[in-house]
């Protein structure tokens, strides 16, 4: 079974600019969590979505935002991008809610110049 | 809310030398916890997990941990540390929502593990 993917790896964007980035989820798994995860504040949580809906939300700005297509795969996307929005975006795929497992894909580098 | 304390941010053993790294964690319920590894520039790999079913968990890679609630710890060990296992490792505890199976991980600040040969 295909693990969690990622895409891109790797991204330099431009203070300013907006960024999507994209998550496909193990198959069968329909909930997808984001995390973000820096050197000084680690690794903090963004949101999760479930049979496309948003369940949860970490405490991060309106700049980001995410959704979820039917098939699962989910993207998130950040807007008018700062310096500090540089860091490590890491997705992760859980099966049945009664699972308590997270699979993490190899995550998408974003520096902000 | 729900939270886990690495206690040590840097941890040194040499080949072949028992590993020990330590969490402690506060929950107002009883909680799953999780010990996961990441590589460098790598994602996100499960160790073991705790699901409040036995109390000694088994995981990959000749990983262990033990639930004592008594002491709020879940500390992870291994007899005899390899090379490859020098990486970052996060204790994480489980905050779950109300009957929606929301789950948020919460991750601890990390541990770096050095082997040396």
């Known amino acids: 079974k295909a693990g969690v993917t990622q895409t891109p790896r790797y991204l330099i964007k431009t203070r300013g600019q907006q960024v999507t980035l994209s998550c496909s989820p193990i198959?069968?798994?329909?909930?997808v969590s984001w995390y973000q995860q820096t050197p000084g504040q680690g690794l903090q949580f963004l949101f999760e979505?479930?049979?496309?809906?948003?369940?949860n939300k970490g405490n991060f700005p309106g700049r980001f935002s995410g959704r979820q297509f039917s098939n699962s795969r989910s993207e998130m996307n950040v807007s008018t991008l700062e310096l500090g929005d540089s860091a490590l975006y890491l997705c992760?795929?859980?099966?049945?809610?009664?699972?308590?497992?997270?699979?993490f894909g190899p995550g998408t580098r974003l520096t902000v110049t | 809310a729900q939270s886990v304390t690495q206690l040590d941010s840097h941890v040194s053993v040499s080949e072949g030398t028992p590993v020990l790294l330590r969490c402690n964690y506060s929950?107002?319920?009883?909680?799953?916890l999780f010990w996961y590894v990441q590589h460098p520039n790598k994602g996100l790999q499960l160790l073991l997990k705790?699901?409040?079913?036995?109390?000694l968990v088994k995981g990959i890679n000749g990983f262990e941990a033990e639930f004592k609630k008594s002491e709020t710890s879940f500390h992870l060990t291994k007899p005899s540390a390899h090379m490859s296992d020098a990486a970052e490792y996060f204790c994480v505890v489980s905050d779950l929502g109300t009957g929606t199976g929301f789950q948020k991980l919460v991750f601890g600040t990390g541990t770096r593990l050095l082997v040396s040969p």
């Open positions: 979505y479930f049979s496309e809906t948003q369940r």
């Open positions: 992760a795929s859980k099966g049945q809610t009664s699972s308590y497992e997270q699979y």
């Open positions: 198959s069968g798994h329909r909930s």
């Open positions: 929950s107002s319920y009883s909680p799953s």
């Open positions: 705790y699901t409040s079913a036995a109390t």
